[in-house]
């Protein structure tokens, strides 16, 4: 049963223009979320997290909005760039002193220059 | 700060043979995970733990062990590499903090192929 879904395998989009990755959970009971970064040959990279209590948060660039009632959240890129292509993985976990975090399949993204 | 380190980083291995796959962090973190990436399948958990001493079965864990050595170290072994095992390996840890969220550091990964 995958708790965590990211339905879209690629986005491609052009530079300047915004990206939008979508991300959808089952287990309501989830309290917070994150995003990660991931380039080939590397390992993934954490770039920005949302707690339930919230519905947006905001870093620089990059802003993920959290929709509970629809259990989806989505990460903003506004403007892309060519450096943000990479594979982007959303994560869901609880807090406290639950450890594990549960991860999508990941969404490909390409910045068009 | 190195961060979260992981030897060797490619691997070519026989089915049957053997391997242990090193993992290291200097963060302090309580937590440690191994996860596995394979095509169209994002990040899989095979083993963690949750602080020294302790280690639990994840997602996938059939056909590995693993050794939680030290507060820093978290080793993942492979008895009897099978090709089903190609992939690659991620170490990963954590700071547990009942006020805080836990997000995970990775390290570069492991590429592993058993032929």
């Known amino acids: 049963d995958q708790q965590v879904k990211q339905n879209s395998p690629s986005l491609s989009v052009q530079e300047g223009r915004i990206s939008i990755l979508n991300c959808d959970y089952t287990n309501s009971m989830f309290d917070y979320f994150l995003w990660y970064k991931k380039y080939p040959a590397e390992g993934p990279t954490f770039l920005i997290s949302i707690s339930s209590i919230k519905d947006k948060n905001e870093d620089g660039r990059f802003t993920v909005f959290l929709n509970k009632s629809a259990k989806h959240l989505s990460l903003h890129i506004v403007p892309s760039q060519p450096g943000d292509s990479a594979v982007y993985f959303c994560a869901a976990g609880f807090g406290g002193s639950n450890y594990k975090l549960t991860f999508g399949k990941g969404t490909l993204l390409t910045v068009n220059p | 700060n190195a961060g979260v380190t992981q030897t060797p980083k490619f691997q070519v291995l026989k089915t049957g043979q053997s391997m242990t796959l090193q993992c290291a962090q200097d963060m302090n973190h309580n937590s440690m995970y191994w996860y596995r990436q394979d095509p169209g399948m994002g990040l899989r958990l095979i083993y963690y733990s949750a602080s020294e001493g302790t280690t639990d079965k994840g997602e996938v864990p059939n056909g590995y062990n693993v050794s939680r050595l030290n507060k820093r170290e978290f080793s993942l072994r492979l008895e009897s590499a099978a090709p089903s095992q190609t992939s690659v390996y991620f170490c990963?840890?954590?700071?547990?903090?009942?006020?805080?969220?836990?997000?995970?550091?990775f390290g570069p990964g492991t590429r592993l192929t058993v032929l």
């Open positions: 990963a840890s954590s700071r547990v903090d009942t006020s805080s969220y836990n997000e995970q550091f």
